[in-house]
Each structure stands twice: as structure tokens, then as C-alpha cells.
């Protein structure tokens, strides 16, 4: 037996193996593109390793691919095998059960196996992680800050996995509107693990909701080297600076990170396309002209409308096929989201029935210029969208097109309500774009009232 970085033992027997197996570690807190290299290693000098392969399978099905589930499984499979070949540990098979699970449709019963583990092992960091990311992926923001905080005791001041816990503490706190405390946190974060990008990304967050992209533009200037070293997580944290232009009416400096930074690497991976495909939308929502940018993200989602992994992904797919105006592709993916809708058996596919048949269906009509029935739809999902998953930043594009839809369909009384309820879940701030939507609300009734007052 042999102890990772992070202190918990596990069944590797080889000194190299293990040194591998704490790059693996490392490198999934720091969302490091060098991570997969590390784990092949193990694999390929300690093939009985059970852990190994499960994460393998964890791993495979966070990026919601539909052609990484048969991988998955198969890591699944290898995992027990190798568990047959060699005795594993109680909190090993805690991390099998968890891909069993998730495999089944139900992340939501993986979670519970990653709070078992933690439960014995409270600074686990592998598991705190998992667990983070997976309450993520499910939009359980208030599940992700409890599961920290009841393990924050755990961690002495120089446990090798506590700056990566206090970045992970920042991003909860930030989510569940505590913004003061996520900003700490997330630089404390920092200043411990130079390389923690989530930790850095907290605060931009914060800057976001805060509707302070002034200040996020200085959070995050000369701190490149936090994500530069990062897998595709990197070109979120491009997004996040482009969002911050975008609030500022820096539209040649969003274009500029867009073609150089978010899309240079004209990746299908579906965290990839919802960074392009939300920032193309308010874009468009603010008069711009994108140009041809829709057609290749459109070419990308139209391949992936049987996916069904993640409703997320979905809705981000369906913005660009609406957005390059793909009738076909946009009818299959209704199609089957309805499907899925009907089945509403586990996890994924109670998603696809809400919020996300409804969403879509908004989406759908705004694509068509019926704003009228776009606003219904998308306000009957609103008040499950947080079930999607994703961020309050990233579901905003959601709630914007949302707004509009109201706006053009000339609801304005149920638009500001819409806007204040924004406001409220931002800690009573509000951004460039709220402040336009506000006066376009008043201009509409002013012209109403002109047009109502009698001729004499």
C-alpha cells in the first residue's frame, strides 16, 4: 500500500506508478491538458490498478460525449477485473460503485459515493473534486458548497490539497451568492496553488455577477500563467474576459479573443461549443453582426443531436443551429429531447423534461421570430434551469434570450419582473446589459403612453 499526495493509501505497488498517479491527481485539480498522459502511464505500469481505470471511466463520461460512454464502460469493466486480480480498499470500491452508478444515468447516486468516501476520508481531495464537479454537472450549487465546508476541518494549512479546496470554496461560495467570501477565498486560493484556474475563475465570476467587468479585466490581467497551462478549460477563462469586453462595448476586443483564443482550436467538445455559441448569442442580442461564425459551430452541433448526454449540452448545440438557421438538425434534436422528455427515468432524461423541453421549445420559436411564444417557453423553464447545470454566468445567455423574447413580444411588465428577479440573485447588482433592457422597458411605455393619450 502506498499514500498519494493528498494522503490516502491506495493498492499501487510501484514506485514510478505512483509518482504518475499523483500527476494524475495534480493535474485534474489544476484542470491540466498534461492529466491524460499521466494516467496512461499508470495504467500501462500497474494494468491491476482498479482506481485507475475507474477514473478513467469518471473522467470519460465528464465530458458528456456520447462516444466516450462505450470507453467508459469499458473502463468500467477493466476496473473489475482488475479489482478481481487484486484486493482494492473500502474507499477504492467506493469510486467503482460511482462509475456503476453514473453509467446507469445517475450521477446524483455517484455523488453519494463520493460523500462515503469523504465521510471516512474527509480530506480525500480526488473525491472532494469529483464531488464538486459532479454537483456541477447536476446544478447543485448550495450540494457543492455543504460538501466543502463539511470537510474544510480536515485540511491543515499545509495539506498539499487545500489551496485546490479553497478554489473550489470560492466557486461554491460565488454560486450561492456569497460573493464577498467567494473573492477571498478564490485569491487565497491562488496565492497558495499558483496554477489553481478554478480558483481564478471564481473571481471572475464574482466580477461577473457583481456586474464589475472592470475590475474582472484587471482580476485577470498578467495572471495568465494560472490557465495557460489548462486542458479546454483554458478557453473558458478566455470567455470570461471576452464577457468582460462585451460589458465594457469592446466589441473589436471579444471578436479578437474569440478568433484567437475561444474558437482558434475548432474543438466539438461541448464546453467548447457553449463558450462560442453564448457569446455569438449576446452578440446578436446586442445588434452585432457575427458574421459567418455560426456555420462551423452549426456543422459541429449538427452532429451531435442525438447526444443526449447532458441537457447543457443540448441547449448549446440548439443555439447554434438556430443561430445558422438548421431546420433539420433543429427538428432532430427537439425530436429527441422529447423522446427522452417521455422516458424521464434517471437523472439525464428527468433534465430533458425540465427544464429542457421547454427551454428548447423557446429556443426554437425565438430562432423563428415568434417571441411571443419563445418568452412562455422559456419562462416556464426558467425557474428550473438551474437543474441544467452549468453557472449562473453560463445559463445567463438563457435568461437574456429570455428577456429579449419578452421585450420583442412587448411584455414589458413580466420583463421587469424577469430583470429584478436577476437583479435579486445578483446581490442587487446589475450589469451594462440589464441597465439597456431597463431603458428600453421605460422608452416602451413612454411610446405607450403617447399613443394612448386622446386627440383633442
Known sequence: MRDDVFGQSNSLTRADSAEAWDGVLLGFMAHAAVTPQHLARVLELEPDFALAHAIKGLFMLLLGRREMTPVAIEAMAAAERAAAARAITAREGHYLAALRHWLAGNPS?????FE??????????????????????????????????????????????????????????????????????????????????????????????????????????????????CNNFRYHVWWHKALMHLDQGQIDQVFDLYDSAIRKDKTDDYRDISNATSLLSRLELEGVNVGDRWEELADLSAARTEDGCLIFADLHYLLALTGDTREDAISRMLHRIKRDADMAQCDTTRRMADPGLAAAQGLEAFGEGQYGQAFDHLLTARGSMQLAGGSHAQRDVFERITIDAGLRAGRLDAVERVLDDRRAKRGGHEDTYALARRALIEAGRDDRNIHSVPAE
Open 109 to 113: 447516486r455517484s455523488v453519494q459515493e
Open 116 to 229: 462515503a468516501i469523504l465521510r471516512a476520508h474527509p480530506d480525500d481531495t480526488l473525491a472532494m473534486k469529483l464531488s464538486h464537479a459532479t454537483r456541477f454537472v447536476l446544478g447543485d450549487p448550495a450540494g457543492m458548497r455543504r460538501s466543502i465546508e463539511r470537510v474544510m476541518p480536515a485540511y491543515a494549512p499545509d495539506h498539499a490539497g487545500r489551496g485546490y479546496l479553497l478554489g473550489c470554496h470560492a466557486f461554491a461560495l460565488e454560486e450561492t451568492g456569497a460573493y464577498d467570501k467567494a473573492e477571498i477565498a478564490g485569491r487565497q486560493a491562488l496565492w497558495m496553488v499558483s496554477d489553481d484556474a478554478w480558483g481564478l475563475h471564481a473571481v471572475a465570476h464574482v466580477h461577473e455577477m457583481k456586474g464589475q467587468s472592470e475590475l474582472g479585466l484587471d482580476w485577470l490581467a498578467g495572471r495568465e500563467a494560472a490557465w495557460s497551462h
